[in-house]
């Protein structure tokens, strides 16, 4: 009845791989998916997805579209998307990203931040006259303010 409780994290295609038993330093920079399995001294800027492998060591400030990081990262990730630490991996410096997940095991040391997206920032044009009342009433801005000064005195 119930199957293996443990799903695999479906990474996506790679299009730039960097093989363990190689080791790299410098920039990359792409405008594809990346994995790294090897040892990686430099930064790493992508318009898609960067994977960094069980067996990866990174040293790098990484900018990409999502991460997924099972290795381990010394520096700062920044994402528009989701970094997820698997249970292997381990991030040592900063996080700037739209959503986070760590599953049981993974390592965090240093410092998160959560990025609103332009999509999920409050509209610049609410109108703050109409306030609603959890009755589900409307209430003018004005009254309320009417109303709390006549309670008040």
Known sequence: MFKDSKKKLAAPATDTLLANG?????????EANIRIDGHFQGDIRSTRAVVIGESAVVRSDIIARDVILAGKVFGSITTEGRLTITSTGELYGKAAVSALVISEGGVLDGTSQMIRTKDAEPSASTDDSDLETQSGTRKDKDTSQATLQSETG
């Open 22 to 30: 190689t080791s790299f330093e410098g920039t990359i920079e792409a």
